[in-house]
């Protein structure tokens, strides 16, 4: 044990499945549980929708609500969970509190979007029109779509965090950055406690298309992250979310009495040439690099289940080490920038109640007995980048 443990105080989860942290380990820990599913709006795409939120539990102003796109009043309300939870809504606390964030660019504004594809129909002088919705169009602080630092922005005004502030952005890497960061700067001392997440909104088409432009969405019936190889399309089912955690050094949260979910140990991240073949070598190798124990461990995995990358981490981890497979996105929907935190809330919820999560695809994910002492947990992009944490006991 040292002072400067990376501990786990605080969680904020919002998924299809509901929200808190409270809430997530309830639906998971119960065999069998269902995923929550939305295949109608965006036929032949599935999606895991948002649950109903009163945003005014954690966003009181309605102009701050008014102002925010629905993906970053969903960070800002898991932010300020993950703040209740760690008992942390403390002015001094907060004017002290550092932050990092994992965003991706923000909704677009399809109207203006579908102003501009139409005018552009009829006219010649598309500079001249570009220039005119420009001015006209847009709020001076946007583009055609949001900055990703605004969420950072606005959890800032709502809940008062004022401490350093950096954001990362690009897919699950952002989040597996966010979180390696966060821990580096506790364990180093240059912070004593951060608020560190993400937060992505699937249901809004420029989402979809996104991903879609790159033929990774699965098509038509769902199934499992595991199962979805042989099937139409991509293999990624999406999902909206997000997940907030509130980080401390051991010696910072024991001061102020509070207990810990679980504590970081290590964080390993990489970035391999994937057009090499080398992706199994190299999830295998970040693995390795966090010297996680012999005996067999349960891994909650965030593979998206787009085919490449989730083939190549399902062999890497068994080629790695002895691992029961937890894949959460068969029930929440792939998270994007949020994955990761997710990821390590969900290992240190199994750490902090003492029991393992049952198989969530009995097909293809083993039993596990006993309560867990540390706990795998992953994010292997479907594009790029590979991290790894290992959340052990507090």
Do not use: C
Not at 147 to 167: D, E, M, P, Q, Y
Not at 176 to 187: D, F, G, M
Not at 241 to 260: D, M, Q, T
């Amino acid at each position: 044990m040292s002072a400067r443990d990376v501990v786990i105080t605080g969680i904020g989860l919002v998924s299809s499945l509901g929200e808190g942290a409270e809430r997530h380990w309830h639906v998971l820990s119960t065999p069998g549980a269902k995923p929550v599913l939305d295949a109608e709006r965006f036929q032949p795409y599935t999606i895991h929708p948002l649950p109903e939120i009163d945003w005014g539990l954690q966003i009181a102003k309605r102009g701050d609500q008014r102002q925010m796109e629905t993906w970053q009043r969903l960070g800002t309300y898991a932010a300020g969970v993950a703040l209740d939870d760690a008992d942390a809504k403390d002015e001094a606390l907060l004017a002290t509190m550092d932050m990092v964030v994992a965003a991706g660019g923000g909704e677009r504004d399809s109207a203006v979007d579908q102003a501009i594809l139409d005018a552009a129909r009829t006219r010649n002088d598309r500079d001249l029109l570009l220039n005119e919705k420009l001015t006209t169009e847009l709020r001076p602080t946007l583009f055609l779509a949001q900055l990703s630092n605004l969420l950072a922005g606005n959890i800032s005004i709502v809940h008062k965090v004022t401490g350093s502030s950096r954001t990362f952005m690009g897919e699950e890497g952002a989040g597996v950055s966010a979180i390696e960061t966060a821990a580096a700067r506790i364990r180093s001392g240059q912070s004593t406690h951060m608020l560190v997440g993400g937060a992505f909104q699937t249901e809004h088409p420029d989402m979809l298309l996104g991903y879609e432009l790159d033929g990774l969405l699965h098509r038509k019936r769902w199934k499992s992250v595991w199962q979805r190889a042989a099937n139409d399309g991509g293999g990624v089912i999406t999902g909206s979310g997000a997940a907030f955690l509130v980080l401390e050094s051991r010696e910072h949260a024991e001061a102020r009495g509070r207990n810990a979910y679980a504590a970081i140990s290590n964080v390993a991240s990489g970035r391999a040439r994937r057009s090499d073949g080398n992706l199994v070598e190299a999830i295998s190798g970040v693995v390795r690099a966090l010297g996680a124990p012999g005996q067999r461990l349960m891994a909650i995995s965030g593979a998206s289940g787009a085919h490449a990358a989730t083939g190549a981490e399902r062999n890497a981890l068994q080629s790695a080490g002895d691992f029961a497979m937890r894949g959460f996105s068969t029930l929440t929907g792939h998270l994007k920038e949020a994955q990761f935190p997710f990821a390590i809330a969900l290992a240190a919820l199994a750490i902090h109640n003492g029991a393992p999560y049952p198989a969530f695809d009995a097909e293809n994910e083993s039993p596990l007995e006993g309560a867990p002492e540390a706990v795998l947990a992953t994010s292997i992009g479907y594009h790029r980048y590979e991290g790894a944490a290992l959340v052990v006991k507090a």
